[in-house]
């Protein structure tokens, strides 16, 4: 039979073999990670950032190249009404159009990494530029107009940025360490903006393209936001089915711009909006409910969405409704508050209101009215001490209870209304005419007429 100590050493066999297992296959994880890793950084020393046909590569793909030539020949033909009654999804315009959402969102992803360029680029000759001109677009466009010039008094910025930011950035430039570009850089860097701007124009043309078709592929959307908000929501968001999946919460935010306030008061800064600003509803919106009606458009604007996700009301019926809705709301919401009615007052020493009268009510009254010996027991007469269960004041006190009389707890004990009441009914009960009898009454009944004749007769008697 073993021992406690022969089991104890075996159990500690086996976890030193556990731990050699354990240790062997993180070794091997380990390797695996340093060859991944590896294999990523030769990917990237073979990148070179240099050449921004290394960096953008959307433009020259084969694929980009078909939908922008579709587009433009579908633009140029206009609807094919034809083509309308097939299902969505067998629709070769339909198809166009998702392939236009993709290409969207592969448009923005470009963009951004052109940015990213474009700011690696120009760093060295303007650094503080990236932290006050936020928006890629914005960025490429200052960039450009500003080239290698240190002097931004001859740069005129006006249509490309606010002037309380061209008055920051004009005040920036005037104290900034950078130093002008070489020639080779430069060229570089106005290369990767053309780029840029041609990429947010490619852009534009594929929503007007989804614009137009609008009133075809989401008719209840494009009701209550218009056509041209919902090309941009589809696009922002990567066409119909993402957009119908997406909460309210996140379409109100689709297509916002990062402010830039550079110093300046938060107070007169908007709220956080999209595209959804863009919209009729809520540029006709009073300001201090635009807030509200942001939210209820992006709630509403997310239903007709799902309601043109599944093709469930082509003629957009429904999306009337909802902008009936919109507009009911925001009209209640003007609506000022009902005035406040004044609340008669009583009038002054009125009479009490008359309560419930009758037999039944004075029965109970009586049976639990106060009697006249807790009357007495109430009251205290001025001057003279009361006497108590206890004495000396102690225990209960009987208040003006024997205090009239010789000493003694007396009270007078009155018979009430209600029982004279009832003794009065029982005397004439028992001792009227009705046949109750006694020794001084009689069963004989005389009328007027024989009493005055008797009592003629005694008379002449």
């Not at 380990?30 to 046909?53: F, K, P, R, S």
């Not at 208040?399 to 007396?410: E, H, I, P, T, Y």
Request: glycine residues 8%; negative net charge; aromatic residues 4%.
């Amino acid at each position: 039979m073993a021992t406690l100590a022969d089991s104890f050493l075996a159990d500690l066999d086996e976890l030193s073999d556990n731990e050699a297992d354990v240790l062997e296959e993180e070794n091997n994880d380990v390797a695996n990670m340093e060859e991944d890793i590896d294999g990523d950084l030769a990917d990237i020393e073979t990148l070179n950032y240099d050449d921004l046909d290394s960096v953008s590569k959307l433009q020259k793909s084969q694929r980009y190249i078909d939908i922008m030539q579709k587009v433009e020949d579908a633009l140029e033909k206009g609807s094919d009404i034809s083509n309308q009654g097939l299902v969505l999804e067998d629709d070769p315009e339909y198809q166009l159009i998702v392939d236009c959402n993709g290409l969207s969102v592969d448009i923005e992803n470009e963009i951004v990494i052109i940015h990213n360029f474009i700011r690696d680029k120009y760093r060295l000759k303007f650094p503080e530029l990236e932290s006050l001109v936020h928006h890629p677009i914005d960025y490429a466009r200052v960039v450009k107009k500003i080239g290698n010039e240190m002097d931004l008094t001859l740069v005129d910025l006006e249509g490309l940025l606010p002037s309380a930011i061209i008055m920051v950035v004009s005040v920036t430039a005037s104290t900034t360490s950078g130093k002008p570009l070489p020639e080779d850089v430069l060229q570089k860097t106005i290369d990767a903006c053309d780029r840029a701007l041609a990429l947010d124009t490619a852009k534009k043309k594929v929503l007007d393209f989804v614009e137009s078709r609008m009133g075809y592929i989401a008719p209840n959307l494009s009701t209550i936001v218009g056509s041209a908000v919902a090309a941009k929501l589809m696009g922002t968001a990567g066409g119909l089915s993402a957009l119908a999946k997406m909460p309210a919460c996140n379409v109100q935010l689709l297509g916002a711009k990062k402010k830039t306030l550079a110093g300046f008061s938060t107070a007169t800064s908007q709220f956080r909006v999209g595209y959804i600003e863009q919209t009729e509803i809520f540029q006709t919106t009073p300001p201090a409910l635009r807030s509200r009606a942001c939210r209820l458009l992006a709630s509403k604007a997310t239903l007709a969405a799902r309601i043109d996700s599944t093709r469930g009301d082509p003629l957009g019926n429904a999306g009337k409704t909802l902008k009936e809705e919109i507009h009911k709301k925001i009209e209640k919401w003007q609506e000022p508050p009902p005035a406040k009615q004044p609340k008669p007052l009583p009038v002054p020493d009125s009479e009490p209101k008359k309560k419930r009268g009758g037999r039944r009510l004075r029965k109970m009254k009586e049976r639990y009215a106060i009697t006249d010996m807790r009357k007495l027991a109430n009251r205290m007469q001025f001057g003279v001490p009361e006497e108590s269960s206890l004495g000396d004041g102690l225990g209960e006190g009987y208040g003006m209870l024997g205090q009239a009389g010789s000493g003694k707890l007396r009270v007078s004990i009155g018979q009430s209304k209600l029982a004279a009441k009832v003794a009065k009914k029982f005397k004439e009960k028992n001792y009227g005419s009705s046949g109750a009898t006694s020794g001084l009454t009689s069963s004989l009944a005389f009328t007027p007429v024989q009493v005055f004749m008797a009592s003629s007769n005694l008379t002449m008697s």
